[in-house]
């Protein structure tokens, strides 16, 4: 058997199921459903705040045209592990973000 993977509208109705069901009371043991993230895992954007380390930052997220001047997403991002203290990204710079369980990452940025 293959693995199987779920698209948007299912992963969201699955999810939607599950919490009508603990509603209900039928019990559902943690770990029992393993259910995939779904949307983008990766994205570029722009910081629009400063990041420095152990900070969280607003990550502006374009699609198509990436000099248009509208954002289409804001992610809320954690800053990278390799940022060392006293360090920061600047507000503006050009990020790829990763999300990693249900937390978005910066993991690579515009040289400055």
Not at 36 to 53: H, R
Not at 65 to 76: G, Q, V, W
Not at 86 to 96: A, E, I, P
């Amino acid at each position: 058997m293959g693995l199987h993977y779920l698209t948007t509208q299912q992963a969201q109705a699955l999810n939607r199921l599950l919490r009508e069901a603990r509603a209900a009371g039928i019990d559902i043991p943690a770990g029992g459903v393993d259910v995939p993230p779904y949307g983008p895992t990766a994205d570029w954007g722009k910081l629009d705040d400063s990041l420095s380390s152990t900070k969280t930052a607003t990550v502006s997220v374009w699609r198509g045209d990436p000099l248009a001047d509208t954002s289409i997403d804001r992610y809320e991002v954690r800053s990278p592990p390799m940022l060392t203290s006293g360090t920061s990204l600047s507000s503006g710079s050009w990020v790829m973000i990763q999300r990693v369980r249900n937390d978005w990452f910066v993991t690579h940025a515009e040289c400055t």
